[in-house]
């Protein structure tokens, strides 16, 4: 029996609708991440390093989750993306697709810091008394307060203003969403909880999407017998 060919244009992936609980997975493993890391290496200027032997297991374990957070950050831009369809508008998809990848490799950045810092350590035993112990431990929190944040701000003004033109989200989620980039953006403070703004911004947005497919989902199913 013959089979009718498929027409390659007419060959399309369809995104499980599942999918949206990989910004939920890089929410947890991020905010997990960031603060075994902070607790394990403070900021404190005074600091020199003796705690940073006892924290070393824990500074591992959050190293070791930064790339599963990077991955499902990923998915969770490809979500968004399949969310607006064809009503993404090119300009800010963009401004929030590149400062998303800039996010996350900022972020990585940072890990592979804090992971050449833990390394030498173990074989420098002097060097937590060092200036490279204290240039390193500085610029991790420079790049993760300054440069992955004001990043992760774009990304979501830029998200945000998307939202607004198609009507994808409601206005009340759209209005949080800039409050908290403004707050981001102009934010010059190393508190830990601005770094987790962002992280617990996408848990929402997931959240939102994930309960939102999900009726979808249970809606055509009820359908689908009256339609038959």
């Known amino acids: 029996m013959a089979t009718t060919p498929i027409n390659p244009s007419e060959r399309h992936l369809k995104t499980p609708r599942i999918a949206a609980i990989a910004g939920i997975i890089f929410a947890v493993l991020m905010s997990a991440a960031l ?6 290496i403070p900021i404190d200027a ?15 374990i959050a190293l070791s989750v930064v790339p599963f957070a990077g991955i499902a950050f990923l998915w969770f831009i490809g979500v968004v993306r399949d969310h607006l369809g064809h ?3 090119q300009f800010f998809s963009t401004v929030f697709i ?24 173990a074989l420098i035993p002097g060097l937590v008394r060092s200036s490279i112990y ?17 990043m992760s701000s ?7 203003t998307i939202w607004l033109q198609t009507r994808m989200m409601p206005r009340w989620l759209v209005f949080v969403t800039y409050a908290l980039a403004l707050v981001v953006l102009l934010s010059i403070s190393l508190n830990i909880w601005f770094t987790l703004t962002f992280p617990a911004w996408v848990f929402v947005i997931s959240v939102y999407i994930l309960v939102g497919n999900l009726r979808n989902r249970s809606t055509g199913a009820e359908s689908s017998p009256e339609t038959a």
């Open 35 to 40: 603060i075994l890391i902070r607790l394990s």
């Open 46 to 60: 005074s600091d020199t390093g003796a705690s940073l032997a006892g924290q070393a297991d824990k500074v591992s």
């Open 87 to 89: 009503l993404e508008d």
């Open 98 to 121: 590149g400062s998303g990848l800039l996010y996350l490799g900022l972020s990585f950045v940072s890990a592979g810091l804090a992971a050449a810092l833990l390394a030498t350590s």
């Open 134 to 150: 204290t240039f390193s431990r500085l610029a991790i929190y420079q790049i993760n307060n300054i440069y992955a944040l004001k």
């Open 154 to 160: 774009v990304f979501m003004i830029s998200l945000g």
